[in-house]
């Protein structure tokens, strides 16, 4: 029984520690190519990953075939709201190194070439 409790605990705090990081919830893009969607970021191991949830466009909300796709992958915290890794960009089916700035309810995010010289960003905002 002892041995029982002390698992359920360290699974609580283990669980409590992911949820503690403030990039976790769902974070909604900027338009690209007249959509946008919202991405559900979660741990995945020691990083962070966002998986589309849900795509809107003019028209509103609709089906599209990145939703489940991850687009955020494998952003390890630096420290000071900085993550490192991996982004996909729907539009050109491309994943470029990635980087995320954390500053309250805005996430900026940038997809990096040539090493991180050159760089695309867009601010996500907050949803839940």
């Not at 359920?8 to 949820?19: H, I, K, N, P, Q």
Request: charged share 25%; hydrophobic share 40%.
């Amino acid at each position: 029984m002892t041995r029982m409790l002390a698992a359920v605990a360290a699974l609580l705090l283990g669980a409590g520690a992911a949820l503690a990081d403030p990039v976790l919830g769902t974070w909604q893009t900027e338009p690209d190519d007249g959509a946008f969607a919202h991405v559900r970021m979660q741990p995945c191991g020691d990083a962070i990953c966002g998986t589309i949830a849900r795509t809107f466009n003019a028209e509103g909300e609709y089906r599209s075939d990145t939703i489940g796709r991850q687009i955020v992958r494998g952003m390890v915290p630096q420290g000071d709201g900085r993550y490192e890794g991996r982004v996909w960009r729907p539009s050109n089916d491309k994943v470029y190194l990635g980087k995320i700035d954390l500053a309250g309810d805005r996430l900026k995010l940038r997809g990096c070439v040539a090493g991180g010289l050159i760089c695309a960003s867009q601010t996500w905002a907050r949803v839940d």
